[in-house]
């Protein structure tokens, strides 16, 4: 919708909105000049227009909101943030005058229904058993054979697993493990970051212009499919995509993470089971070499800003590698950073190949998909110390879909 229509639904006036355009606390694109908004920005602005009537002021909000984006609204993260700020806001507001009671009742509310949440008895996640025929050893692509199970809930919680080829697996608390391969994740050799760590680091443009390829993603998915039996999320910190899809997950699709890092693994786990009711999920501890996934079996692969982490590891085109895994007509969705000076000589081509935007247009049609939308936006420039092959680009983001023909 147009700015004007926006401005009346939510009924507000278009200078303020131009303000938190500006301020980037909203984030809609351009088309042909004019800024394009969705629901996702109504509820940014509801968002917005509730934490202002609490009386934080800008920078908090943007902060608050920054972070929401950065993890996901139902995140330990997040509420621990939100908590801190609230309960702080807290003491200022008790000491005021009578006249701000409401908002004092209004401000511990919140306090005590995020408390209430996390207090709350959690839901156990496992591995679904109408999902066992999905597995396959990813050596030999014989079946599997499972032994020793423990099943509650019509989930497998713990078991062995093996293949005739020799290879060897487990099922623990509901994670499949593939002990051979788990491993601890390393960032430049060093653990790799909070998200409270990564946003002191990264810009407030920079973490809004992650969120928009991720809202341009979702868009795509709920445009080209209808209920998918199985979605496979691709990308270097697990889940982050999730915690902003979630809310729009089918309640009956299953949907795939993939970690070699079983912390992680594990960490996101506690926190779908705490805070999200969605029961369908599979969790594989595992290298993405190694999958232990029968071929055309995903109905929606997605891939977040990992392309180019895979080219640099394993020196191959991640869809190339997915396609073996997507039934036929079964759709790909990716977010991709682009540099606009990808032919400049301080560039190397063969590692940062994949940073152009042509390039992978033409090698996803090459390796047999049908191109049936793109979508581009930027710049934005970013050098925090986390993504240091950025620095000092000017960073695009193409948004595509396609169909595995």
Known sequence: MRIGKFAERLNTTQDTIRFYIKRGLLVPPKVSGQYRFSEADCRDLERILE??????????????????????????????????????????VSHELIKYNRLSNSIRDSIHKIKAEELENSNELGFPIHSLDLLSCPLCRENLMLSDGVIEKNMIMDANISCRCGYIA???????????????????????????????????????????GMAGMIEMINKYTDEPKYILELENCVGFFLMQYIKYLPPKTTYILIDYDPERIIK???????????????????????????????DVALDFWMTNDYAKSHGEFLPKKGKAYLKHKGI?????????????????????????????????VSVGFEIIETDSFGPVIENNPYNSDLKDHALYQLIYAGNNK
């Open 268 to 298: 996101l786990k506690k926190n779908l089971e705490m805070f999200y009711d969605h029961k369908n999920f599979i969790f594989l501890c595992c290298d993405l070499n190694k999958l232990p996934i029968i071929e055309n079996s995903i």
């Open 170 to 212: 487990s099922i623990r608390d509901g994670i499949f493990i593939d002990e051979e391969t788990a491993r601890t994740k390393l960032m430049h050799g060093k653990p790799m970051p909070t998200k409270e760590e990564y946003l002191e680091s990264s810009s407030h443009k920079y973490i809004n212009f992650l969120y928009q």
């Open 332 to 364: 790909w969705i990716g977010a991709n950073p682009c540099f606009g000076d990808i032919s400049s000589g301080k560039i190397n081509n063969t590692e940062y190949q994949y940073y152009n935007k042509e390039k992978i247009l033409k090698e996803f």
């Open 51 to 92: 934490l202002k009537e609490m009386h934080f002021s800008l920078t908090e909000i943007q902060k608050i909101i920054t972070f929401q984006r950065l993890t996901g609204s139902n995140t330990e993260e997040f509420r621990r943030l939100y908590l801190s700020l609230l309960e702080e806001k807290n003491k200022k």
